[in-house]
């Protein structure tokens, strides 16, 4: 993999049910993995950054695990609610702060 | 984390002008700015790196002098698109750098040149 990659494109979910998707990024010269929450008109919001390999991170509902070896990460929402709404952005960093994203994974939650 | 705004979020310019985006970082002394942009249906890709007080980094196939980059204050950077053309209209968005190796993100300006 050269660049990153995230998958699906976009997902329609249903109110109440869990879901999660998926980032793929070069295992090489790996440094960080950064998750992002972009909402339509708002600033894209810092979830987790991942620096080791097994990391597994939650911040309410949603949690991410980290798979440098094989260059993979999955975010998960339990649960998912209306303000869960949003398109998920994946980055890799390489050192000195440069991101590398994916295209993002649009959410639509439906109630 | 660090809040970041960015003006205007929204411009519209005829095609051989120029135009300025700021990108403040309102509680955050920033040392490094970053400059994004994104294309319709592509990802954000890196710009440039604005360093406070020094020439800012540009990646490999942004024009340095298309795209000019002032960084004077630790709370100010500056993007000048100067002579737009339509084909710069993107989505341009700036980003502080945090601890931890987090950025913090301004909401965008949105170009549209014509």
């Known amino acids: 993999i050269l660049n990153v990659e995230q998958s699906p494109q976009s997902l329609h979910v249903q109110e ?3 879901t999660n998707f998926t980032c793929s990024f070069p295992s090489s010269n790996f440094y960080a993995l950064h998750w992002y929450r972009w909402e339509t008109a708002k600033s894209p919001e810092a979830l987790f950054v991942m620096t080791l390999n097994g990391d597994e991170k939650k911040k309410g509902r949603i949690s991410a695990t980290l798979n440098t070896k094989e260059g993979y990460s999955y975010l998960y929402i339990k649960g998912s609610q209306p303000e869960d709404s949003a398109t998920y952005l994946c980055a890799r960093s390489q050192g000195a702060q440069k991101l590398v994203f994916g295209q993002g994974t649009r ?5 | 984390g660090a809040v970041v705004s960015q003006h205007p979020s929204w411009v519209i310019c005829k095609s051989g002008t120029s135009v300025k985006i700021e990108c403040r970082s309102l509680d955050f002394q920033a040392t490094t ?3 994004y942009r994104q294309f319709p249906k592509q990802s954000l890709m890196l710009m440039a790196t604005s360093n406070e007080g ?9 024009e340095k002098d298309k795209f000019l980059i002032n960084h004077a204050s630790l709370t100010l950077s500056t993007l000048t698109v100067t002579s737009a053309h339509p084909e710069d209209s993107s989505f341009y968005i700036c980003s502080v750098g945090g601890s931890t190796d987090t950025q913090y993100f301004g909401p965008g300006t949105r170009l549209t040149v014509l």
Request: hydrophobic share 35%; aromatic share 16%; net charge negative.
């Open chain 1, 107 to 111: 959410l639509t939650i439906n109630p």
């Open chain 2, 54 to 62: 020094s020439k800012a980094t540009y990646e490999q196939g942004v």
């Open chain 2, 33 to 35: 700015m970053f400059w």
């Open chain 1, 16 to 18: 109440g049910d869990s």
